[in-house]
């Protein structure tokens, strides 16, 4: 079984800068990398995924703010925040998707606070 750990939220003022590491443990392969994010009271959604090839895909609401990078060989994922909103604040959760399953494994989060 994969585990996955978060690191690097915290809290940072509007139009600040965070960056979020991700590290899957285990010599397996992993096909997709992503970011999700829950705010309270909503539904965990996309933020950013990225596959083995290096194909992105975000989120509209992050898109020219937020960017997403992995290394194969060590299977980490990281996700460069810049020009922060309140709006971003949530729990944001790394998912892998291993060989060539559907269902992502999941971190424990990590929580990110933009004040205003």
């Known amino acids: 079984q994969v585990q996955v750990v978060e690191s690097g939220g915290g809290l940072v003022q509007a139009g600040g800068s965070l960056r979020l590491s991700c590290a899957a443990s285990g010599s397996i392969y992993i096909s997709v990398m992503g970011w999700y994010r829950q705010a309270p009271g909503k539904q965990r959604e996309l933020v950013a995924q990225i596959t083995r090839s290096g194909s992105t895909n975000y989120a509209d609401s992050v898109k020219g703010r937020f960017t997403i990078s992995r290394n194969n060989t060590k299977n980490t994922v990281y996700l460069q925040m810049n020009s922060l909103k309140p709006e971003d604040t949530a729990v944001y959760y790394c998912?892998?998707?291993?060989?060539?399953?559907?269902?992502?494994?999941w971190g424990q989060g990590t929580q990110v606070t933009v004040s205003s």
């Open positions: 998912g892998v998707v291993v060989g060539g399953g559907l269902i992502p494994s």
